[in-house]
């Protein structure tokens, strides 16, 4: 039997996940992204762009297509997303996995300032000029539009557009993963003095968070958005073991 898998993606562990069910033979699984990246890596399974119309969208595609599982493994910030996959499996009687990747959890030396929404960050900049790094959404960062007073280095992987209605910020076109040594480069080649970060967690993109606490500059974090409660892993291979203990059950496997 081959069992099909839709895999809500957008993260490395997305793809990662994608790659390793790719040569299976006993499930047909589909990468679906939200096409928020202009050019996103090429994928090895079928790949899906765009949204389905909210969770009854969604519902009506998992039983239209026969979806057998449902994998949530985007962004730890994509909280309606996650919503969304949660409401439209219950409706659509579909199991769901999802990827939580951990959050950092701030160690010696971090100088940290937690907030709970990007707004908030713009306000916890405060009224000075700052020198300030922006890794956030390209969506996102229209909101430090309300703060013109500092300067602004924004990266992303397409570029922002239209362009912040601020007198002084540059942009930076890079996708991660990014070291500590050329964060910290790039830092100091910029005059930074605040960096701007949501909790992804991962190594892909600690390294600005490294950077910043060797090089005493401040981080305005925003916290993580409440996700819901269905089964999890914390890693792509501990989320593959239970794919494979749906795909096999016990019985099958003779364990």
């Not at 202009?38 to 119309?53: D, H, I, K, M, T």
Request: charged share 25%; net charge neutral.
């Amino acid at each position: 039997m081959t069992h099909r898998i839709l895999i809500l993606g957008g993260t490395t562990e997305a793809r990662q996940l994608a790659g390793k069910l790719a040569g299976r033979a006993d499930c047909s699984a589909t990468l679906s992204l939200a096409g928020r990246t202009e050019s996103p890596v090429a994928q090895g399974v079928p790949v899906r762009s765009g949204g389905f119309g909210g969770a009854d969208g969604l519902a009506a595609y998992l039983r239209e297509t026969g979806t057998d599982l449902l994998i949530d493994a985007t962004h730890p910030y994509a909280a309606q997303i996650s919503a969304n996959a949660a409401q439209a499996a219950r409706v659509a009687r579909v199991p769901i996995l999802a990827l939580r990747r951990p959050g950092w959890e701030p160690v010696e030396g971090d100088r940290w300032t937690l907030v709970d929404k990007v707004g908030d960050a713009v306000q916890a900049l405060g009224p000075t000029p700052r020198r300030v790094f922006l890794a956030l959404g390209r969506q996102e960062v229209a909101a430090f539009e309300a703060a013109p007073r500092h300067h602004y280095l924004v990266r992303s992987v397409d570029p922002v557009e239209p362009a912040l209605a601020v007198p002084d910020a540059s942009y930076l076109l890079a996708r991660g993963p990014f070291r500590e040594a050329e964060e910290r480069a790039l830092f100091q080649e910029h005059r930074i003095d605040v960096v701007v970060s949501k909790n992804s967690g991962g190594e892909a993109t600690y390294g600005k968070i490294a950077a910043a606490r060797a090089l005493g500059i401040d981080v305005v974090m925003v916290r993580r958005p409440a996700l819901p409660d269905v089964p999890s892993a914390e890693t792509v291979e501990a989320l593959a073991a239970m794919v494979d203990h749906f795909v096999r059950p016990v019985d099958e496997r003779g364990v």
